[in-house]
């Protein structure tokens, strides 16, 4: 669905990345520790956490996936303003729903 929604026009963090977006992901790995990791063609899977614990924030899948752990804060790196699931996410206002498809905003 993510690449769906960029066809639109929309900025999409988890979409497929066929060039990766090094100045985004740099925002959060500003020692760029994790390069071998976001550097490549991949799908991208994103996970919400509250804190990072200890996890590293980009986790290699299989070698065109990768997984990024978000908190609060980096959302807020990131400008991110809605965020488009089929999960109920807790912290976020909900503004729409069609079906199972759920637009929150971040505050």
Avoid: C
Avoid at 26 to 34: A, F, G, I, S
Avoid at 58 to 84: A, M
């Amino acid at each position: 669905m993510p690449n769906y929604i960029l066809m639109a026009g929309v900025p999409v963090i988890n979409s497929t990345n066929t060039y990766p977006d090094m100045e985004k992901w740099h925002l959060l790995d500003t020692e760029k520790t994790q390069e071998e990791v976001y550097n490549r063609y991949a799908h991208i899977n994103v996970n919400f956490v509250e804190e990072e614990n200890g996890k590293e924030k980009f986790r290699l899948i299989q070698p065109d996936l990768f997984e990024v752990n978000l908190t609060q804060k980096d959302l807020e790196t990131l400008d991110v303003k809605y965020i488009f699931t089929i999960h109920e996410l807790e912290g976020f206002e909900k503004i729409y729903e069609n079906h199972s498809y759920k637009i929150f905003k971040v505050n």
